[in-house]
């Protein structure tokens, strides 16, 4: 017999507790603010092919989302990241306006302008590390699943980690992960930029996915328990893809922080 309560214990025991939410060594790590020029430079590069490989992940999460609800949500995030306005606390694009300059992956563009480096290796697959392309390959396999339950359960795992602490106390949203980076960012300009009357790195990118994350967090809830009451929901198979989906995200940082510690 279904017991979504009882679901909700393990859901928190599995993903809640993962070390890329709760211990993320490398944006611990980041935002003390220590960072130099080259590792701000890594960062954005594969920050950048993140975002760019991920329009693809996204689009086929909309196409197999199980739910009408999954679909729209799934297509707002994908046409935001493509340049159309997003309502941050509603999620909502409707009635928004496109502009290319907002595209997610032209706005690393700039800051990597910023910061010299070449255009051409923005947001290119050859651009990215071991470690990134194991991180979009789970993404693929887990969050773009074909099976909507696989694609349900990692985007859940996905939201937990992008929204955690926000909406609670201040210590807790500091330790976010896009407030990590927005710390270790702005003591970067502070440090480095700053002092050097350098033009300061743009964080507006990160801040405003923290803003949008905001808005997803409040509703990710209640989209799971729609979910789960469904007939045909199977609890190990939603689960499983949610560990597999942040461990394919902890792959991720842990490449970040195994190339600033050789470059450091």
């Known amino acids: 017999m279904k017991n979504f309560e009882k679901f909700k214990k393990r859901i928190e025991k599995d993903f809640f507790r993962h070390p890329v939410i709760v211990k993320n060594p490398y944006t611990k790590w980041f935002k003390k603010g220590t960072a130099n020029t080259e590792q701000v430079k890594d960062l954005i590069l594969q920050f950048s092919v993140f975002s760019n490989h991920f329009i693809v992940v996204q689009a086929k999460r909309m196409v197999n989302a199980e739910t009408l609800e999954g679909e729209v949500s799934a297509r707002a995030i994908l046409l935001n990241e493509c340049?159309?306005?997003?309502?941050?606390?509603?999620?909502?694009?409707?009635?928004?306006?496109?502009?290319?300059?907002?595209?997610?992956?032209?706005?690393?563009?700039?800051?990597a302008d910023i910061l010299g480096i070449d255009q051409r290796s923005v947001g290119k697959w050859e651009t990215g590390t071991k470690a990134t392309h194991d991180f979009l390959r789970g993404l693929d396999k887990t969050y773009g699943s074909h099976d909507g339950q696989v694609g349900s359960g990692a985007s859940f795992a996905i939201e937990t980690w992008a929204a955690y602490g926000i909406g609670k106390s201040i210590k807790e949203e500091?330790?976010?992960f896009w407030m990590e980076l927005v710390?270790?960012?702005?003591?970067?300009?502070?440090?480095h930029r700053t002092p050097n009357k350098l033009k300061p790195l743009p964080v507006g990118f990160f801040k405003y996915h923290f803003e949008t994350e905001a808005g997803h967090g409040t509703n990710v809830w209640n989209e799971l328990e729609e979910t789960y009451h469904q007939e045909s929901f199977n609890e190990e198979k939603y689960i499983s893809a949610g560990k597999i989906a942040l461990e394919s995200i902890y792959t991720f940082w842990l490449g970040l922080d195994e190339t600033r510690k050789k470059i450091g």
Do not use: C, D, Y
């Open 83 to 111: 340049g159309v306005g997003m309502n941050v606390k509603s999620g909502s694009i409707e009635n928004q306006r496109f502009t290319t300059p907002n595209a997610h992956i032209n706005w690393l563009r700039r800051v």
């Open 174 to 176: 500091s330790n976010n």
């Open 183 to 191: 710390s270790g960012l702005e003591s970067f300009n502070k440090r």
